[in-house]
Nanobody
Framework: QVQVAESGGGLVQAGGSLRLSCIGS????????VGWFRQPPGKEREAVGC????????VYEDSVKGRFAVSRDKTINNGYLTMNRLETEDTAKYYC???????????WGQGTRVTVSS
């Protein structure tokens, strides 16, 4: 059974940091691109960033460039989203997706909530 699961969300003050984790099981996670998305309250889901299956390229949505970083550890089937200098606008439910490339995702987690207080 394929499972993708996020963890690490929580409440943080503006200016603070959090690191989200994504773990995959039941699939060859090391050979999947890992993408991060978020859905703010009352808004549609949006892309945040993605790291290729090789780990040597990454892309980011403009509003998080320079603050967020995607990474992965293939040895333990984990992907990470490190979020620095958090802003209240970053409040959202964050989702991890696994796919053949950063343009398509086949497997999704249930999400983890991040709340940034002012």
């Amino acid at each position: 059974q394929v499972q993708v699961a996020e963890s690490g969300g929580g409440l943080v003050q503006a200016g603070g940091s959090l690191r989200l984790s994504c773990i995959g099981s039941g699939l060859d996670f090391a050979n999947y691109a890992v993408g991060w998305f978020r859905q703010p309250p009352g808004k549609e889901r949006e892309a945040v960033g993605c790291i290729s299956w090789t780990g040597d390229s990454d892309v980011y949505e403009d509003s998080v460039k320079g603050r967020f970083a995607v990474s992965r550890d293939k040895t333990i089937n984990n992907g990470y989203l490190t979020m620095n200098r958090l802003e209240t606008e970053d409040t959202a439910k964050y989702y991890c997706g696994a796919g053949g490339a950063c343009e398509t995702f086949e497997h999704w987690g249930q999400g983890t909530r991040v709340t940034v207080s002012s």
